[in-house]
């Protein structure tokens, strides 16, 4: 179980709890422009079991504000297409976090909308 809290913001391992609002991230994350090959349900609730499970090769995390989901990320040991570097962030949260990611690795990836 991985917890790193950095003032308000909390990333935390995915749980069996975070299954509805993960998938609800998912479903509008896989019908955006953004996505090419789009992703049906079942596969999006497999992908959950994997990150919570024992799959050995992804690994799930959320990211809370103030103990609300504000969006999920999915990271790959190996190149697993849609796993590698997944990312969604809710909209709202997204400053929040581009301005986290801009201080790590002085860029940013995340439209600031």
Known sequence: MVEIKKGEVMIRSMQEKD????LKMMQIFYASDVVIHKADDETLQKDI???VGDCPYVDGYVF??????????????ILV???????????????????IFER??????????
């Open 81 to 99: 297409p849609g796993y590698q570097g997944t990312v969604h962030v809710e909209p709202e949260f997204a400053i929040i976090f581009s301005r």
């Open 49 to 51: 079991s994997d990150c």
């Open 64 to 77: 809370e504000i103030e103990g609300e989901i504000a969006g999920y990320g999915i990271a790959g040991d």
């Open 19 to 22: 299954r509805a609002e993960v």
């Open 104 to 113: 790590r690795c002085g860029k940013c990836s995340i439209p600031e909308s």
